[in-house]
C-alpha cells in the first residue's frame, strides 16, 4: 500500500503499546497473588484461589487469593491495630503520605495504565490520559486536605476502620476516589477490588509500601462477592463505601441497618443526554460518544438515553450514525482504536439479551458495520431509537456500548422523560442557550449535570447520586465528611428507657367537666380527623390524662406524604422568603412561650424553669436556622480545565421525621427547622408520649405564613408510623430519633427506593447542646450537593 493510498483512505493501522513492564511483574510474581495484609503479601487462609482473565484475548492472566472469614479478620485487625499510630499523626505527616502516593502513581504511570487496560479490557488511551491521571489528582488534593484537617475539620473526627469495595469497570480510579480521602482524614482500609479485575490494586498495594506507607493502614482482600459480604458485615469495621450495582447496594443497607456503620452507596444510573434544538449537533455527536461508547459504555454514569428535540431529530441521527461508522473497536493495547473489549463473556450475554429484548419490544437498531476484533468480548457501538420510555432498554442499566434514543417537543417534556426513571446519577444538557440549559440543569434528579459536556470528573468536585444510585458524595470537601464524624456526638450514651405512667383512675363529681380536646392531626395547611377514628389519651409524670390526640395510620401517612408533595413550591422559594418564616414561626412561639412551657411540665414533669429552658431554647434554634437559610450556600469549583462546577445544595424533598420521645417540643423543631430551612417538606411523628407540645404548635404554624403541607404533623405509634414512612415509595428521606430497634426497622425498610436515613441507633443527644444539636451537622444531612458543571471559552 503506498502512503498516497493511506491519505486517500485515511486508514488507521495498528499502534499497540508494548506491555513488557506489565508482563515482567505478572511473572515475577509467578502468575499468583496473595492478599495484602499488614503490608506483605499473604496467602489466603484456605489455600483457595481464584482465576483472573485478559477479556480481549479470554487468555489467564493470574491465579488470585480467594479471601475468607479468617482473611477479613486478618485485615481488619492489621487496620484496627495501626489505626492509633496513624490517627494520632500530624495532619501535615499524613498530607506527606498522601503526596508520596501521587508522586509514586506518576512514576510508574505507564506500567499502571497497562495493567488496568490488560486487566479490564478498556483502551489503553483511556487508562493512559484519563484513569491513571485523574487518580494521581485524587491523591495530590487530599493530601491538601490532610494539611488542612486541624483546622477546616476542627469539630470533626475520622470514622476509623474503613471497609471498600469497589467494581470493575474503573478499578483504579475507584480505588483513589475511595482510598485517599479515607487515608487523608485518619482512617484506616480494608480494600477489596473486584473479582475481575483486582491486579491494579494488589499493584498499588506495593507501590505503596515502597513508598512508605505505614504496615496496616491499606489491607487489599480479594475475593468475589461472598469476600464483599464478610466485609460488609464485619463488626469491627466502622464504614462501608461501595460502588456497584444497585441490587448490592440494597443488600448491603440491609445488612448494615441497625449496626451503626456510616454507609456511602455509588449505585446504577441510566443517565439522559439531552439535545436541544439550538444545540451545536456536532459537538453533541461527540459528546454522545465520550458519553456511551467511551469504556464501552461501562460507565454508571453514561449517557445512556438520548434524548433529543424533534425539530433536530433526523440531522441528529444521520451525524451520529456517520460519526459510528468512524469508531474503531480492537485490542485495548491499541493506541488508535475508540472502544476495545467488554469486561468479561457473561457482560457481554447481558449487552446481548437486553438489546434483543429492546428490539422485540419495538426499538429500532443500528450498528455499524465495522470490524471486530476475533475472539475476546467485543460488542459493536449501538444505538436504538424508537424507543418507548417504558421500554426495558430505556429503564434498565445495560452498562454496555448502547445508546437509546426517543424525542421530545418542550424544555418540560424532557425534563419529564428525564425524570422518569429510579435513578438518579448524572445527566448532560446541550443548549446554546444558557439560561436554558441551567433551567433544565436545575430541575433535573442527578447528583451531576453536565452543560455542553459529559463525562467531566475531578477531585475538588463531589460526584454521587440520587434515588436509587445511591447517596453520599465522592471527592471535595461533601466527600471528606463521608469519612468523618462530629466530635460532639462522640461518647453518646443509649436512651434510658422511661417507664410509662401509670393511668389514675379519675372519680367523678359533680364539678362541670371540661371540655373534650382532642387534638387532631395537622395535613395540608389543616387539622384533620385521624382516619381510623381512634386517638390515644396522653398522661401527666403522675398518670393523669392531660389530654387526647389522633391515633395515625397508613392513610394518614399516605395523605401526608400527599399534601407534602403538593407543596414543591417550597424547594424552589427564595431563600430570604424560608428565613423570614422560620422567624415569624420563632416570633409567635415567642409570644405563648409560657403557655407551651406550662403544656411541657404537664406532660414530662420538668420544672417550670426546665420547661421554660427548652422552650427558650427551640425559639432560639428557630432563629439559628432561620439565619442559616439564607448563608447555606454552594461553592463554585475551579477544576483543572476551561470551566467551573456549581456546587448546590439541593433539598432532599419529602421527608419523614420520627422525633426522639424527650425534649418534645425542642427536639421536634431541632429536627423539623433544619430541613425546611433548606426547602425540604415534612411529615413529622412528635414524641410518642408527649406529643402536645407539637399539636399545639401547628396553631402557631398556621400563624406564621407557613405554606400548606410544608409541615404536617400526624401522632401515633412511632414504630409503626416509622414503617410506613420507611417503605413509602414518595418519601425521600426519613430521620428517626428513639430506641435502636427504631433505627435499625427505618435502615432495613429504607431499601424499597434507597432513602436516604439519619438515625440515632438509641444514642440520646442534648437537645440544648448547641455543638452537638443544631448547625452545619444537621444541614448537611438535609441536602444533596449537586454539581452543575459549566465549560467556557470555544
Same mark, same amino acid.
Given at each position: ?25 505478572? =511473572?515475577r ?11 506483605a ?37 492489621a *487496620? ?34 497497562? #495493567? ?25 488534593h ?36 475511595? &482510598? ?12 477489596k ?38 466485609? &460488609? ?20 443497607r ?42 464501552? $459504555? ?12 424533534? $425539530?433536530?431529530?433526523p ?74 420510555? !417504558? ?5 434498565e ?29 448524572? *445527566? ?12 433544565v440543569?436545575?430541575?433535573?434528579? +442527578? ?15 463531589g460526584?454521587g ?32 428507657? +422511661? ?8 372519680? $367523678? ?8 380536646? !382532642? +387534638? ?64 415569624y ?43 442559616? =437559610? ?96 420507611? =417503605? ?17 426497622? #427505618?435502615?432495613?425498610?429504607s431499601?424499597g ?8 441507633? $438509641? ?7 448547641? !455543638? ?7 444541614l ?12 467556557y471559552?470555544?
Amino acid at each position: 500500500m503506498t502512503v498516497a493510498r493511506y491519505f486517500d483512505e485515511i486508514s488507521y493501522g495498528p499502534a499497540p503499546e508494548a506491555d513488557t513492564e506489565a508482563r515482567a511483574w505478572l =511473572a515475577r510474581h509467578k502468575g499468583e497473588f496473595g492478599h495484602f495484609l499488614n503490608g506483605a503479601f499473604v496467602a489466603s487462609a484456605s489455600g483457595k484461589t481464584f482465576d483472573t482473565y485478559e477479556p480481549a484475548t479470554g487468555a489467564l492472566l493470574a491465579k488470585i487469593a480467594l479471601g475468607g472469614r479468617e482473611d477479613v479478620n486478618s485485615a481488619v485487625a492489621a *487496620a484496627r491495630k495501626a489505626r492509633g499510630a496513624w490517627v494520632k499523626l500530624p495532619g501535615h505527616a499524613r498530607a506527606r503520605h498522601l503526596y508520596a502516593l501521587a508522586r509514586m502513581i506518576q512514576r510508574h504511570a505507564r506500567l499502571i495504565a497497562v #495493567v488496568e487496560a490488560i486487566d479490564n479490557g478498556k483502551p489503553i488511551r483511556e487508562t493512559r490520559d484519563i484513569d491513571i491521571p485523574l487518580a494521581a489528582r485524587h491523591f495530590y488534593h487530599h493530601a491538601g486536605w490532610a494539611q488542612l484537617q486541624e483546622t477546616e475539620f476542627a469539630d470533626q473526627v475520622p470514622v476509623g476502620v474503613v471497609g471498600q469495595v469497589i467494581p470493575w469497570n474503573f478499578p483504579f480510579l475507584m480505588l483513589a476516589w475511595k &482510598v485517599a480521602p479515607a487515608l487523608a482524614l485518619g482512617n484506616t482500609v480494608i480494600l477489596k477490588p473486584a473479582e475481575f479485575t483486582p491486579l491494579t490494586a494488589l499493584l498499588f498495594a506495593e507501590l505503596a509500601a515502597a513508598a512508605g506507607l505505614p504496615p496496616g493502614v491499606l489491607n487489599v482482600v480479594t475475593g468475589e462477592g461472598e469476600t464483599g459480604a464478610l466485609i &460488609v458485615e464485619h463488626e469491627d469495621i466502622d464504614k462501608i463505601a461501595f460502588t456497584g450495582s444497585t441490587e448490592v447496594g440494597r443488600l448491603i443497607r440491609e445488612k448494615t441497618a441497625g449496626t451503626g456503620k456510616s454507609l456511602t452507596l455509588e449505585l446504577g444510573g441510566k443517565s439522559p443526554f439531552i439535545i436541544f434544538d439550538d444545540a451545536d449537533i456536532d459537538g453533541a455527536v461527540e459528546g454522545v460518544v465520550d458519553a456511551i461508547w467511551f469504556n464501552q $459504555g461501562q460507565v454508571c454514569c453514561a449517557g445512556s438515553r438520548l434524548l433529543v428535540q424533534e $425539530g433536530v431529530a433526523p440531522l441528529f441521527y444521520e451525524r451520529l450514525k456517520r460519526r459510528m461508522a468512524t469508531l474503531r473497536v480492537g485490542h485495548p493495547l491499541d493506541k488508535a482504536i475508540d472502544m476495545a473489549a467488554i469486561v468479561a463473556p457473561v457482560q457481554l450475554r447481558r449487552i446481548e439479551s437486553l438489546v434483543a429484548q429492546g428490539v422485540t419490544e419495538g426499538a429500532s437498531l443500528h450498528q455499524p458495520k465495522i470490524e471486530l476484533p476475533k475472539g475476546g468480548s467485543f460488542y459493536p457501538p449501538t444505538l436504538l431509537t424508537n424507543v418507548q420510555p !417504558t421500554s426495558i432498554v430505556a429503564t434498565e442499566e445495560i452498562f454496555g456500548p448502547v445508546a437509546v434514543s426517543m424525542t421530545f417537543r418542550t424544555p418540560e417534556e424532557a425534563i419529564q422523560l428525564a425524570n422518569h426513571s429510579r435513578y438518579g446519577l448524572a *445527566a448532560s444538557v446541550w443548549s446554546e442557550t444558557i439560561g436554558l440549559a441551567l433551567h433544565v440543569a436545575a430541575k433535573l434528579a +442527578a447528583g451531576v449535570v453536565w452543560v455542553n459536556a459529559t463525562n467531566l470528573f475531578d477531585a475538588a468536585a463531589g460526584f454521587g447520586g440520587k434515588r436509587e444510585s445511591g447517596f453520599g458524595r465522592e471527592g471535595g470537601r461533601e466527600g471528606c465528611y463521608e469519612y468523618l464524624k462530629p466530635k460532639a456526638w462522640i461518647g453518646r450514651k443509649l436512651r434510658p428507657v +422511661a417507664a410509662a405512667p401509670v393511668v389514675k383512675a379519675a372519680a $367523678g363529681d359533680f364539678s362541670m367537666p371540661v371540655l373534650d380536646r !382532642t +387534638a387532631k392531626l395537622f395535613i395540608g395547611g389543616k387539622q384533620s380527623r385521624p382516619d381510623g377514628n381512634y386517638s390515644r389519651p396522653v398522661l401527666s409524670s403522675k398518670g393523669k390524662v392531660i389530654g387526647e390526640v389522633g391515633e395515625g395510620n397508613r392513610k394518614d401517612i399516605r395523605n401526608a406524604v400527599v399534601a407534602a408533595q403538593g407543596a414543591s413550591a417550597w424547594s424552589s422559594a427564595t431563600t430570604h422568603n424560608r428565613a423570614q418564616i422560620l422567624y415569624y414561626i420563632a416570633e409567635n412561639l415567642s409570644g405563648r412561650a409560657t403557655e407551651f412551657a406550662e403544656r411541657i411540665s404537664a406532660m414530662t414533669g420538668a420544672s417550670a424553669a426546665g420547661a421554660r429552658a427548652e422552650v427558650d431554647a427551640a425559639i432560639a434554634r428557630l432563629f439559628t436556622y432561620g439565619a442559616w =437559610a439564607d448563608k447555606y450556600e454552594g461553592v463554585v469549583h475551579q477544576p483543572p480545565l476551561r470551566g467551573v462546577a456549581l456546587a448546590m445544595p439541593e433539598p432532599q424533598g419529602v421527608v419523614g421525621v420520627i422525633c426522639p420521645p424527650e425534649a418534645p417540643l425542642l427536639g421536634f423543631i431541632s429536627l423539623v427547622a433544619p430541613l425546611i430551612a433548606v426547602g425540604n417538606r415534612v411529615v413529622a411523628v412528635p414524641s410518642e408520649q408527649h406529643p402536645l407540645a407539637a399539636t399545639d404548635f401547628y396553631s402557631v404554624l398556621e400563624t406564621s405564613d407557613v405554606p400548606a403541607g410544608v409541615i404536617n404533623i400526624v401522632t401515633g405509634s412511632a414504630v409503626e408510623l416509622a414503617k410506613t414512612l420507611a =417503605a413509602h415509595n414518595d418519601v425521600d428521606a426519613l430521620w428517626a430519633f428513639g430506641s435502636p430497634e427504631l433505627s435499625t426497622l #427505618v435502615e432495613k425498610l429504607s431499601v424499597g427506593n434507597l432513602k436516604r436515613t439519619f438515625v440515632d441507633y $438509641g444514642k440520646a443527644i442534648d437537645w440544648m447542646d448547641r !455543638t452537638a444539636a443544631e448547625g452545619p451537622a444537621f444541614l448537611r444531612r438535609a441536602v444533596d450537593v449537586k454539581n452543575i458543571w459549566i465549560p467556557y471559552g470555544e
